[in-house]
């Protein structure tokens, strides 16, 4: 058997058949679904007057409706259908909007504006009010209620500019308020507020002519600049002043940069009252520079310290083992740094130092402890021995950079009895008892001092070693009995006993 969708509704029937739990099996069918009128014509609002969509509002499936232009526009109608057999709620009606043209009908009422229109007489031509330019002329609209409407325009009223947003603090703008509008053009004049003051020549604030744009500003001449009134000399910060409109530093004051190159800050600020006041700094006191702390062998007592922007000359040390100079110490014009070295240029030489320094032995048995004799020769000056001048020698702990370390650990005055034509190698020894070693000494330093400019800052170095070992120390008698016990094993055996016993008995002589 076939089955069919009855009238009012399409579709494909579709038959099921479910067995139920009483056995019985009820027949269900399906795919029929009714068929529905189509959605009407939805026109933007900007058409709204355009087109008459009331013929189409309830349009069945497979029917069509026409859209016509509505009046008083005209134009042929276009039509609209809906979809065969539609069963879509949703379903818009198919169609293309009509051409329509708008044709203003002969309406005898004309809408004339009040105010910007004039005429002699009713059978004169229109002409614009005063205060008003243009050229009058009729047009006709369609209104929102969609009714046509005739209208006399073309007449635009002339109107004022408007003020520019300026700093009311600084800027008086007085004169152009309120100025009024004008067939020809017009202008006002600007200027700047006591105690603000401008460099600009007078500026002037101008409205064209006939203007009609009621948003329009005026056009400056320039672009009005008011400056702060300048500070008073009692407000100034120490160390800076102006000239014209730039700010400097005095003398004996420097930029803060610390390179000597910089800018004084000065800047007005303006505060809500309108009242001002400045911000200045940049400018720091220049301070002398310090001497090196070690002269380079110059004297000491000379140039301790330099002045910004100034030179010192030192000598150097008064004797025959020192020679060059004078340094020449500078320090900049614009230090600022309370810690600054000053220049240096120029060097004294050392020419004296012991002429031939030899080894210390160490015989102290402690770790971190020096004992011995150092032998050195006498001073000598680039090669020539010197006999006199010299006052003696100190020795120090040294550096790996031969740099002194702490005071000195022994001192040898000079013997200059007798003149040396060359250099003993022994003509001076300088003995070490128990000395301590310092962390970072690494050498032992030989400096001469004169007599004349005293110790030289530099002198002759050696390394040293530090020898410890540990034994446990015997009286003599038990050395000797031990020694007898083993003279059965050779004169080798004595031999070595008795070498013993001699470091012992020096040992113990240099520990009294």
């Given amino acids: 058997m076939v089955y069919e969708c009855i009238p009012s509704y399409t579709g494909n029937v579709t038959t099921l058949c479910e067995m139920q739990a009483d056995c019985k099996a009820p027949l269900q069918m399906f795919g029929c679904e009714e068929m529905v009128d189509c959605v009407p014509p939805k026109i933007a609002h900007k058409d709204h007057c355009k087109f008459d969509v009331s ?64 005429r002699k007489d009713v059978n004169s031509s229109w002409e614009c009010a005063h205060g008003h330019v243009g050229s009058p002329y009729f047009t006709c609209i369609v209104t929102g209620e969609c009714t046509p409407h005739k209208e006399l325009v073309g007449c635009l009223k002339l109107q004022p500019c408007l003020v520019r947003p300026v700093d009311s603090c600084r800027v008086d703008v007085s004169k152009c308020q309120g100025l009024p509008w004008s067939y020809t053009s017009t202008s006002c004049d600007v200027k700047c507020k006591a105690p603000y003051w401008s460099e600009q020549n007078a500026i002037t604030g101008s409205c064209p002519a006939l203007n009609t744009d009621p948003r329009r500003y005026l056009e400056w001449s320039a672009e009005p600049i008011c400056n702060c009134a300048w500070p008073s000399l009692s407000n ?12 400097h530093c005095n003398d004996s004051y420097a930029p803060s940069t610390g ?49 910004p922007g100034e030179t010192c000359l030192a000598r150097c040390l008064p004797t025959t083992c020192v020679a060059g100079g004078p340094l020449e110490f500078k320090c900049p014009w614009y230090n600022i740094n309370p810690e600054m070295i000053m220049d240096t240029i120029g060097q004294c030489r050392v020419r004296c130092e012991v002429c031939t ?8 048995s402690r770790r971190g402890f020096l004992s011995g004799n150092l032998p050195f020769g006498g001073a000598h000056a680039e090669g020539g021995v010197l006999t006199g001048g010299i006052e003696g020698f100190k020795v120090y702990f040294a550096d790996s950079c031969f740099e002194k ?33 310092p962390k970072e000494a690494v050498r032992l330093l030989v400096a001469v001092v004169s007599v004349t400019a005293g110790e030289l800052p530099l002198g002759m170095t050696t390394n040293f070693t530090d ?5 446990t120390k015997k009286s003599i008698k038990q050395t000797v009995r031990q020694s007898s016990a083993r003279r059965m094993h050779g004169d080798s055996s004595i031999r070595w006993s008795l070498l013993a016993l001699a470091i012992l008995l020096s040992s113990a002589r240099g520990n009294l």
């Fill in 467 to 471: 020898r410890s070992w540990n034994f």
């Fill in 55 to 118: 013929g189409c509002q309830n349009v069945s499936e497979g029917s069509t409706c026409n859209i016509n232009c509505a009046w008083p526009y005209a134009g042929a109608s276009a039509m609209a259908s809906c979809p065969d057999s539609n069963s879509d709620p949703f379903q818009k009606l198919f169609y293309y909007e009509p051409q329509c043209t708008f044709t203003c009908p002969d309406i005898e009422a004309i809408h004339v504006p009040a105010g910007g229109y004039t």
């Fill in 357 to 364: 320094l030899g080894l210390l032995w160490d015989v102290d």
């Fill in 236 to 247: 100034i910060p120490k160390g800076h002043y102006r000239k014209g409109n730039l700010w």
């Fill in 405 to 437: 370390i702490g005071e000195a650990i022994a001192y040898v005055p000079s013997n200059t009895s007798t003149p040396r034509a060359c250099c003993l190698d022994d003509q001076y020894i300088a003995t070490l008892r128990g000395v301590e070693i």
């Fill in 259 to 307: 390179n000597g190159i910089g800018n004084v800050s000065a800047t007005c600020i303006q505060h809500a009252d309108c009242s001002t006041t400045w911000s200045i700094s940049g400018c720091t006191k220049t301070l002398p520079c310090l001497a090196p702390q070690k002269m380079l062998a110059a004297m000491p007592d000379q140039c301790p310290m330099v002045a």
